[in-house]
């Protein structure tokens, strides 16, 4: 069996490699795999939710446990933890280990800008980013490798994080990097907007956002969760990465439809996006909600899987 580190990992993962596996796996996603629900436990006295992802595609199964964290980031810690499991479907043998924290950095950021591909309008130059840890950086650094982006709107309630952020930005200028005073001034100088928070409440106001505009969605995951304005909801088209997922679990999500302010049949999922060219109006505001897809971490734990292999990266151990 293969073990693969973080390092190992960010050596044979890439913001482009991952964007085509997904593509690809979107795509043929319900003729090939099983996806089930994801299953949590909360621990409310360590503030502490684990999730246990399990899914299956092609000749391969794997489950992701991850545990999200909300005393860590204060602490200087990372907010995400955790590992994967890959094995055979042929035989059932475990075939790797790996770190489960970088994998879900970048399967979620190369997802964002997946969305982005199809959703944003042409040729974008600004980008905002609302909740500037982990996730959220490698999201911006997932469009900047892929779009000509100029300038970079961001903001954090915590200090040392936006503080920090151009720095850990993949950047030759970090001029681009502006610092805002809240959301709403982030929201309304950007083309494409990322929120990566856990807020209960939305992080910025409708009236800010411009027409045009497309909003990546990817932090808030319970329902008791809220980055989004409802009042945007109602401005948007929808799109989410699975509709069982994002009507179940993201406040962003399940509390318009319980208000009646949204219908489940006004939602699509990105893959039919991809299918069915599905195109945009100038005008249109475009949101994409991830709530967090176990068909984005298989696909990307395989391509993690089959680069090591090939390049005789990873310790091999027999257990």
Do not use: W
């Not at 907010?79 to 790797?96: F, V």
């Not at 709403?184 to 411009?210: C, L, Q, Y």
């Not at 219908?263 to 475009?286: A, G």
Request: aromatic content about 6%; some cysteine; charged content about 25%.
């Amino acid at each position: 069996m293969l073990i693969l580190s973080e390092n190992d990992l960010r050596s044979v993962l890439n913001y482009k490699n991952v964007l085509k596996a997904l593509e690809s796996g979107f795509v043929a996603y319900k003729r090939k795999g099983e996806f089930p629900l994801r299953t949590s436990i909360e621990s409310r006295e360590n503030k502490t939710t684990v999730l246990f992802m399990p899914s299956s595609f092609l000749d391969k199964s794997g489950v992701k446990i991850v545990s999200l964290c909300d005393n860590n980031p204060s602490n200087k810690l990372p907010y995400t933890r955790g590992i994967y499991i890959l094995a055979s479907l042929k035989d059932g043998a475990p075939l790797c280990v790996m770190n489960g924290t970088y994998l879900t950095y970048i399967r979620t950021a190369a997802t964002s800008l997946l969305a982005s591909k199809y959703l944003a309008k042409r040729d974008p130059t600004a980008i905002g980013i609302i909740g500037t840890g982990k996730i959220g950086t490698m999201a911006c650094e997932a469009h900047i490798s892929h779009f000509s982006i100029e300038r970079i709107y961001a903001f954090d309630k915590l200090e040392y994080s936006i503080n920090s952020f151009p720095e850990r930005l993949s950047l030759d200028n970090c001029n681009r990097v502006i610092s805002c005073k809240d959301g709403n001034e982030v929201v309304s100088k950007s083309d494409i907007i990322i929120t990566a928070t856990t807020s209960t409440t939305p992080v910025f106001s409708s009236r800010s956002v411009n027409e045009g505009t497309h909003i990546n969605a990817i932090g808030a995951y319970k329902k008791t969760m809220q980055e989004i304005p409802e009042s945007l909801v109602l401005r948007s088209k929808i799109f989410v990465d699975t509709i069982d997922g994002a009507t179940s679990e993201p406040g962003d999500i399940v509390i318009p439809l319980q208000n009646g302010l949204l219908n489940k049949d006004d939602i699509l999922e990105i893959s039919e996006v991809i299918l069915k060219r599905i195109s945009r109006n100038d005008s249109d505001i475009t949101l994409f909600k991830s709530v967090g897809f176990s068909l984005e971490d298989i696909i990307t734990a395989e391509l993690a899987y089959n680069e090591s292999k090939k390049n005789g990266i990873g310790i091999e151990v027999d257990i």
